[in-house]
């Protein structure tokens, strides 16, 4: 079964914790993203990666880092610096750069921080 | 800044009619209109998408209408059935950007048996 993968699909944490959140793709696609989506927010970019070892910031990158040392992974770190962490994170890959390439969705970790 | 601005945030139709959802962009370097569609829980999925060298594209009852002079673009949904209930949302993108999506704010649709 090829897919994103997202895992765990509810987490909870305490305010002042960091915590990672996974993504795993076996679809061999070279680009991924993560966003955050808040009612009435649309889709926020975080992070996207083209490529392994190289990530470009979106538009709401503060508090948040990634990594992207294996084509397959792509973890995000919600750190305590980010004050407002409550929502549901969403990564996507995408085959390559070229809008020929359709952007699948992974199924979403929803993230409460209390 | 929104990128891609969408109306109207929620839409309740009656099964059988046609829904219509609206968004404007104004970067006219934008050269991709995706739309996509979320159910509850779920992550969203690919519906429709064109490109700003037609005006129109139709799969099955879902059509997107596009009019470049006005920078806007909507999604017509023909014969409204419940089972389309979910949040839709336009986006844009453009090649020089590595193929990264702005998204409109998103649709709530409820269609009523």
């Known amino acids: 079964d090829g897919g994103i993968t997202q895992s765990p699909k509810y987490l909870f944490r305490k305010e002042g914790q960091n915590v990672t959140l996974s993504c795993e793709q076996n679809l061999n696609h070279d680009a991924m993203y993560w966003y955050r989506q808040d009612p009435g927010q649309g889709l926020r970019l975080i992070y996207y990666?083209?490529?392994?070892?190289?990530?470009q910031k979106g538009d709401i990158a503060e508090g948040y880092s990634v990594s992207r040392e294996k084509k397959e992974s792509f973890p995000l770190t919600v750190t305590s610096a980010q004050k407002n962490p409550t929502a549901f994170y969403l990564c996507a890959s995408k085959g390559g750069a070229s809008l020929l390439y359709e952007q699948y969705f992974g199924p979403g970790t929803r993230l409460t921080v209390t | 800044q929104q990128q891609v601005k969408q109306s109207p945030q929620s839409l309740i139709v009656q099964k059988g009619g046609i829904s219509i959802i609206n968004c404007a962009y104004e970067?006219?370097?934008?050269?991709?209109f995706p739309w996509y569609q979320q159910f509850p829980g779920k992550g969203p999925a690919l519906l429709i998408a064109?490109?700003?060298?037609?005006s129109e594209k139709k799969e099955g009852r879902f059509t997107i209408s596009f009019n470049k002079s006005a920078k806007q673009f909507s999604l017509h949904i023909m014969d409204s059935q419940p089972g389309d209930s979910a949040t839709y949302f336009c986006?844009?993108?453009?090649?020089?950007?590595?193929?990264?999506?702005?998204f409109g704010r998103g649709t709530q649709l409820t269609v009523w048996p």
């Open positions: 990666s083209q490529i392994v070892n190289d990530f």
């Open positions: 970067n006219t370097a934008f050269d991709y």
């Open positions: 986006a844009a993108s453009k090649s020089s950007t590595l193929g990264r999506l702005y």
């Open positions: 064109i490109r700003p060298d037609v």
